[in-house]
Structure formats: C-alpha cells, structure tokens
C-alpha cells in the first residue's frame, strides 16, 4: 500500500464506543498516512457512550491498535483529552504506551507558525450552552444522526458516496450556528490571549480553516458526521482533508497566512 506523507497529522473527535463511529473510514485514513506527528485532539474513545451502553465493534479496536502501533514504529503521538474521554485528564503529563498525555500543546510549523491545540469544551461557556449537541437536544442529535445513518446506507444502495445529513441539516439551524460562531470567536481570542498565530481543536463536529482577527482558526472535525482530519504538508501548509468515499482536500491554509485572503478553497 502507498503511504501518504505528512509531517503531522490532527484528528479528533473519533467517539470510539459510539454506534455512530466511521471506524472504517479512520481506518483507511490511518492505514494510507504515514506522519513524524500525530495529534489526537479528544474525544477519542467516548466514555459517556460506553457507559450509557456498551458498544465496540471489532474496527474501533483495530483503530486504537494502529494507533498503538504507529507510536511502538517511531511516530510522536500526542493525546490531549477531551470532555467524552476526560477520565484520561488525570494522566496529564505521563506517557501511557507511547502515547503522550498532555492537556494543551503549542505546535510549531515547518514555516516557524506557533498553533495551540487543545479539544474545544472549555469555551462551552461562551457559546452560552452546556455542549453543542444541548442545542437540539440529546435525543434529537441522536435521530438526526440515524437519519444520516439510513440515509447514507440508500446512497450506497445506489452507488452513492457517503455525505453528511447530520452536517448539512446543522448548518441549518439558526441557534447551532450561531453558536458555532460563538465557539470560533472564544477559540480566537484565546489564541490571541496566549501569544500564538493559531489555534487547532475539535469538539463541535464542525471542520472549518480559516482566519479571523489575524489569527489562524483550524477545526479539525470529526469521524461521526463528517469524516476529516488536519495534515501539514511539507510546505507548512495545513489543510483541511475529507476522507470518505471521495477523497479531497476541503481547505489550505498557506503558512504565511495573516488575513482572510490567505485561506483559498481548494
């Protein structure tokens, strides 16, 4: 299998333990990268799922397992927790096979661009709800994601890519974006507060690079809804991939990047 290089690699958001998991689909990303980085930016394994109700099917151990194996082979991983595996907070500052515990992390490009990283739920307060998905409600965010679900599953039946319902359908809703752009203002302004020129975290399911007040805005989003990740290439460049049934690059960010008119879509 070819292996595409990328000095690092940002995922997040995986919820291992949740029936709506890609596994599949994080797998594939994973077994076609190869990365001197990788960032795992929270909510990895979903603890709050797990104890709710036991799932694990064979492929979210599969992922953990590559993961493990990438560490044992020589690649840095760095695990910052997040709210749905917060258990995993009291080992900050230790190394669990291989895998690095931290609670933030500052990232420097090859281009000399200093990112902080951290999983997104401290700025819950500033969107003025507990959590995104309290927008629509629990049970709500659970039936949009079973629409998603079936109706990705008749996409296929008709030679159909796979393409976010959940995504498309949040993207409509005039509270949840709105509190989206909340959560973008306080990720900037806590950027700006640390002295750095960006700032990558997950936790809202909503990927997006862009720049705002100068500052570099990366979301890396998630593998429920919409199946992406962050790479930086080695150019210093960080882009937005989608990895599903197509491929692509959603967005780049160049490394010198300043103002909005240094984010093109690809």
Same mark, same amino acid.
């Given at each position: 299998? +070819?292996?595409?290089?990328?000095?690092?690699?940002?995922?997040?958001?995986?919820?291992?333990?949740?029936?709506?998991?890609?596994? =599949?689909?994080?797998?594939?990303?994973?077994?076609?990268?190869?990365?001197?980085?990788?960032?795992?930016?929270?909510?990895? !394994?979903?603890?709050?799922?797990?104890?709710? @109700?036991?799932? #694990?099917?064979?492929? *979210?151990? @599969?992922?953990?397992?590559?993961?493990?194996?990438?560490?044992?082979?020589?690649?840095?991983?760095?695990?910052?927790?997040?709210?749905?595996?917060?258990?995993?907070?009291?080992?900050?500052?230790?190394?669990?096979?291989?895998?690095?515990?931290?609670?933030?992390? &500052?990232?420097?490009?090859?281009?000399?661009?200093?990112?902080?990283?951290? *999983?997104?739920?401290?700025?819950?307060?500033? +969107?003025?709800?507990?959590?995104?998905?309290?927008?629509?409600?629990?049970?709500?965010?659970?039936?949009?994601?079973?629409?998603?679900? #079936?109706?990705?599953?008749?996409?296929?039946?008709?030679?159909?890519?796979?393409?976010?319902?959940?995504? #498309?359908?949040?993207?409509?809703?005039?509270?949840?974006?709105?509190? &989206?752009?909340?959560?973008? @203002?306080?990720?900037?302004? =806590?950027?700006?507060?640390?002295?750095?020129?960006? &700032?990558?975290?997950?936790?809202?399911?909503?990927?997006? &690079?862009?720049?705002?007040?100068?500052?570099?805005?990366?979301?890396?989003?998630?593998?429920?809804?919409?199946? +992406?990740?962050?790479? =930086?290439?080695? @150019?210093?460049?960080?882009?937005?991939?989608? #990895?599903?049934?197509?491929?692509? !690059?959603?967005?780049?960010?160049?490394?010198?990047?300043?103002?909005?008119?240094?984010?093109?879509?690809?």
């Amino acid at each position: 299998m +070819t292996h595409t290089y990328y000095p690092t690699i940002w995922i997040s958001d995986v919820h291992l333990g949740y029936k709506d998991c890609k596994a =599949e689909f994080l797998l594939d990303f994973l077994n076609s990268t190869r990365c001197d980085t990788l960032y795992l930016v929270g909510d990895i !394994v979903d603890l709050w799922s797990l104890k709710r @109700q036991f799932f #694990w099917h064979p492929s *979210h151990y @599969q992922v953990l397992e590559c993961i493990q194996r990438k560490a044992e082979n020589g690649t840095r991983v760095i695990y910052i927790p997040g709210n749905h595996d917060e258990t995993f907070r009291n080992y900050v500052g230790k190394t669990l096979f291989h895998v690095e515990v931290h609670k933030t992390y &500052i990232h420097t490009t090859s281009a000399g661009k200093r990112f902080l990283l951290l *999983h997104g739920d401290d700025f819950d307060s500033a +969107t003025r709800y507990n959590k995104l998905i309290s927008i629509i409600g629990d049970a709500a965010y659970d039936f949009l994601l079973f629409l998603n679900r #079936w109706t990705n599953r008749v996409r296929r039946l008709y030679g159909g890519h796979y393409w976010s319902l959940a995504s #498309w359908l949040k993207n409509r809703v005039h509270k949840a974006r709105e509190a &989206i752009h909340a959560f973008e @203002q306080a990720a900037v302004h =806590e950027a700006k507060k640390r002295g750095v020129d960006g &700032i990558i975290c997950g936790h809202i399911h909503q990927p997006r &690079i862009s720049v705002m007040d100068g500052i570099v805005y990366c979301n890396d989003g998630d593998w429920i809804e919409n199946c +992406t990740a962050l790479v =930086e290439n080695e @150019q210093g460049r960080i882009e937005l991939l989608h #990895w599903s049934d197509i491929k692509k !690059v959603l967005t780049v960010v160049e490394p010198e990047a300043v103002s909005s008119e240094d984010v093109k879509a690809a």
